[in-house]
Structures are given as structure tokens and as C-alpha cells.
């Protein structure tokens, strides 16, 4: 460097410089953040209680979560109670389905609804929280709960159906996020 | 030196334990020394890779069917 002649001109540096801020700028934005991205769709007992399980274990380990649910996943966020009057079909469709996250079928040994009730029981033998005890946790642990409006629709729910603090939010708002996280998956 | 806080998590199950102890550590200061005791076998590696990822350390750790560890907390 301290040859005659060899060292780069003030204006050559600061272009040079110019360049690799662009360039950091551009792969910093590329960088995964510390974020996870959760999609629950199947709406089924263990796959719920799964993904409220890593949800819970994401915050511990201090990163953003966000759950994200659609199709029949959104019956777990339906607040108790009877729901408003809607048509027939919603209604059949509504009762056929989890009434809430406390209802939620098994995909195995359903048993018609007796199966996650025993499995529940033998949740508290064993100190395992239960899906109804992490989603009354979650908000207040800082896991962001969302309800894809269309799913919502499909089944003639509304917001007011839900329980509080449920974000909505479309497909795309949803996928932007999952872009930017270290690890997404589906149940 | 005050008293080593303690966090007993003998009855807590996965992910429980590294949430309360989480918890703690968000509001302590840089430093600041914790003991838990906790008897679920997924403790130890709950607890490793929580130190790991916060930048914490696991000063001391008792195996055996109550785990005893000590945890400093990592600069902020």
C-alpha cells in the first residue's frame, strides 16, 4: 500500500464504498430476521396443540412468532358461546366442525369427540399443557394470532366470532412474513 | 452478594420451563445469576440451546432426577 502509485484515489474509494453499501443494504434485506411463521390449517387436535407448543417454545427462545390459520384451522379461534344466527348451511357447517379449540377432533381415535378429551386428562396427569390452555397463553406470551379472512368467510364467521386479540389477515400479508423467517411450517 | 434467585420448575413440562426462566431473565440484569431446579428430561437440552440462542450461560448443571442448574445472564 505505501508503494508510489498504487493507492486508489479518494473519489475511486468512495465510489467503491457507495458500491458495497448497496450491495451490504440489498443482502441485509435478504437476511431472515428472527421470526417464525406458523400456518395451521388442518385445525385437527394434535396438529393445533403442536403448533401452539413451538409457538410457546419460539418465544422463549425470543423470536417474533406469528400463527397463522386458515381452512379448519380457524375453528380454534372461535370465542364460546352460541355463535350469531347465520343461514342453515353455516350453521350445519359450524356444528359439524369444532365448536372452538376445546372441541377439536383427533385425526386419530376421534372416537367421536372422546378421544381428545381423554387425551386432554392425560395431558394434566402429565403437567402437558393443553390447546386451550397455550391459546389462552398465547397473546399475553406475545405469539401473534391470525385468521385468513377467506377461510372466515367460507364458514359465514366474522371477527366478532373470534376470540379477542385475533389479527385478519389475507394470504399475502401472511407469506411476506413467512418470506422474512428462519423457519416456517405447516400443520 | 444477594441471594441467587430460584425458579422452581419440577412440575413444569416442556417448553415451560426455559418460558418461566425466559421470562426472568428478560428483566434481570446483564449478569445475574439463577437457579432452577426442573425435572423434565427435555430440560437439559431446552436449556442448552435457549442459553445458546440468548447468548446466556449455564454455569452448573446436576443431572439426576431433579436437575439442578445455574444460569448467568449473557451481556444484553
Same mark, same amino acid.
Not at chain 1, 31 to 42: A, D, G, K, M, Q
Not at chain 1, 58 to 82: D, N
Not at chain 2, 21 to 48: H, M, S, Y
Given at each position: 500500500?505505501?508503494?508510489?502509485?498504487?493507492?486508489?484515489?479518494?473519489?475511486?474509494?468512495?465510489?467503491?464504498?457507495?458500491?458495497?453499501?448497496?450491495?451490504?443494504?440489498?443482502?441485509?434485506?435478504?437476511?431472515?430476521?428472527?421470526?417464525?411463521? =406458523?400456518?395451521?390449517?388442518?385445525?385437527?387436535?394434535?396438529?393445533?396443540?403442536?403448533?401452539?407448543?413451538?409457538?410457546?417454545?419460539?418465544?422463549?427462545?425470543?423470536?417474533?412468532?406469528?400463527?397463522?390459520?386458515?381452512?379448519?384451522?380457524?375453528?380454534? *379461534?372461535?370465542?364460546?358461546?352460541?355463535?350469531?344466527?347465520?343461514?342453515?348451511?353455516?350453521?350445519?357447517?359450524?356444528?359439524?366442525?369444532?365448536?372452538?379449540?376445546?372441541?377439536?377432533?383427533?385425526?386419530?381415535?376421534?372416537?367421536?369427540?372422546?378421544?381428545?378429551?381423554?387425551?386432554?386428562?392425560?395431558?394434566?396427569?402429565?403437567?402437558?399443557?393443553?390447546?386451550?390452555? *397455550?391459546?389462552? =397463553?398465547?397473546?399475553?406470551?406475545?405469539?401473534?394470532?391470525?385468521?385468513?379472512? *377467506?377461510? *372466515?368467510?367460507?364458514?359465514?364467521?366474522?371477527?366478532?366470532?373470534?376470540?379477542?386479540?385475533?389479527?385478519?389477515?389475507?394470504?399475502?400479508?401472511?407469506?411476506?412474513?413467512?418470506?422474512?423467517?428462519?423457519?416456517?411450517?405447516?400443520? | 452478594?444477594? #441471594?441467587?434467585?430460584?425458579?422452581?420448575?419440577?412440575?413444569?413440562?416442556?417448553?415451560? #420451563?426455559?418460558?418461566?426462566?425466559?421470562?426472568?431473565?428478560?428483566? $434481570? &440484569?446483564?449478569? $445475574?445469576?439463577?437457579?432452577?431446579? $426442573?425435572?423434565? #428430561?427435555?430440560?437439559? &437440552?431446552?436449556?442448552?440451546?435457549? $442459553?445458546?440462542?440468548?447468548?446466556?450461560?449455564?454455569?452448573?448443571?446436576? #443431572?439426576?432426577?431433579?436437575?439442578? &442448574?445455574?444460569?448467568?445472564?449473557?451481556?444484553?
Amino acid at each position: 500500500m505505501t508503494e508510489a502509485g498504487t493507492l486508489p484515489s479518494t473519489e475511486a474509494l468512495w465510489a467503491r464504498l457507495r458500491t458495497l453499501e448497496a450491495e451490504v443494504s440489498q443482502l441485509s434485506r435478504r437476511v431472515p430476521e428472527e421470526r417464525v411463521s =406458523l400456518l395451521v390449517v388442518n385445525g385437527d387436535f394434535e396438529r393445533v396443540h403442536t403448533a401452539l407448543m413451538l409457538a410457546h417454545a419460539a418465544v422463549a427462545l425470543e423470536l417474533e412468532v406469528s400463527l397463522y390459520f386458515a381452512m379448519w384451522g380457524v375453528q380454534a *379461534l372461535r370465542a364460546k358461546g352460541p355463535g350469531r344466527s347465520r343461514t342453515v348451511y353455516a350453521r350445519c357447517l359450524n356444528a359439524i366442525l369444532a365448536s372452538n379449540v376445546s372441541g377439536l377432533p383427533s385425526s386419530r381415535m376421534n372416537f367421536g369427540g372422546l378421544g381428545p378429551l381423554a387425551l386432554v386428562r392425560l395431558m394434566q396427569k402429565h403437567a402437558i399443557a393443553s390447546p386451550a390452555q *397455550l391459546l389462552d =397463553l398465547a397473546t399475553e406470551a406475545g405469539v401473534a394470532l391470525v385468521a385468513c379472512p *377467506l377461510s *372466515l368467510s367460507l364458514f359465514e364467521l366474522t371477527p366478532a366470532d373470534l376470540l379477542p386479540d385475533v389479527e385478519v389477515r389475507g394470504a399475502a400479508s401472511f407469506l411476506e412474513e413467512a418470506t422474512r423467517s428462519r423457519f416456517s411450517a405447516v400443520f | 452478594m444477594p #441471594p441467587m434467585e430460584f425458579i422452581d420448575c419440577k412440575t413444569l413440562r416442556c417448553p415451560m #420451563p426455559i418460558v418461566q426462566i425466559g421470562r426472568f431473565i428478560k428483566q $434481570a &440484569a446483564p449478569g $445475574a445469576r439463577v437457579r432452577v431446579e $426442573a425435572c423434565d #428430561p427435555a430440560f437439559r &437440552a431446552d436449556l442448552e440451546a435457549w $442459553a445458546r440462542r440468548g447468548g446466556h450461560t449455564i454455569v452448573e448443571f446436576e #443431572p439426576g432426577t431433579i436437575q439442578t &442448574a445455574v444460569i448467568e445472564k449473557g451481556p444484553g
